[in-house]
């Protein structure tokens, strides 16, 4: 029982810590940049930019109707978290970087939740671009389910998955 107790405290602390540091940086954001502002960061690298975004990733669904994005974007964080949990309880010990990846994946998934709860959007803010190219902004929690996808996929391609 030990050793499964140990297991969900890693998940718990990275996943929320991951939750913790995106949601206080928002605040942050929400409460010091006024919508589409810019703060220039590493100038011609680097801002910090505050955009809310209705859609998913890359603006997904931005165009649609409040409500079927709602329903598509509550009801796919759901099971996405299903999915995690699963993954996650049948992540053996001795795969310490894959349960890593998975706590990243959830912590990720539960930002971007809180926010589509509270706000009905994402709240987006490190934008990065050279010249005239920009990439669509992101926030932390992004950032951690990117980091955990790549983990998983590295798992996937070059270790033992799980059973």
Do not use: C
Request: no cysteine; aromatic share 12%; net charge positive.
């Amino acid at each position: 029982m030990k050793n499964t107790d140990n297991k969900y405290i890693r998940l718990a602390a990275i996943s929320g810590l991951v939750v913790v540091f995106d949601q206080v940086a928002k605040a942050i954001i929400v409460n010091r940049l006024s919508l589409y502002s810019s703060v220039p960061v590493i100038p011609g690298l680097f801002n910090l930019t505050h955009i809310q975004n209705p859609g998913g990733a890359f603006g997904f669904l931005a165009q649609q109707p409040s409500g079927l994005r709602s329903i598509v974007f509550l009801t796919g964080s759901l099971l996405s978290i299903g999915l995690v949990f699963y993954l996650y309880k049948n992540t053996p010990k001795t795969l310490p970087l894959l349960a890593t990846g998975i706590s990243l994946i959830l912590g990720g998934a539960v930002g971007n939740l809180i926010d589509r709860v509270r706000f009905g959007k994402v709240v987006d803010f490190l934008d990065f671009y050279l010249d005239d190219f920009h990439w669509p902004a992101f926030n932390i929690a992004d950032s951690a389910v990117s980091v955990g996808i790549v983990i998983f996929l590295f798992h996937l391609l070059f270790k033992k998955m799980p059973e």
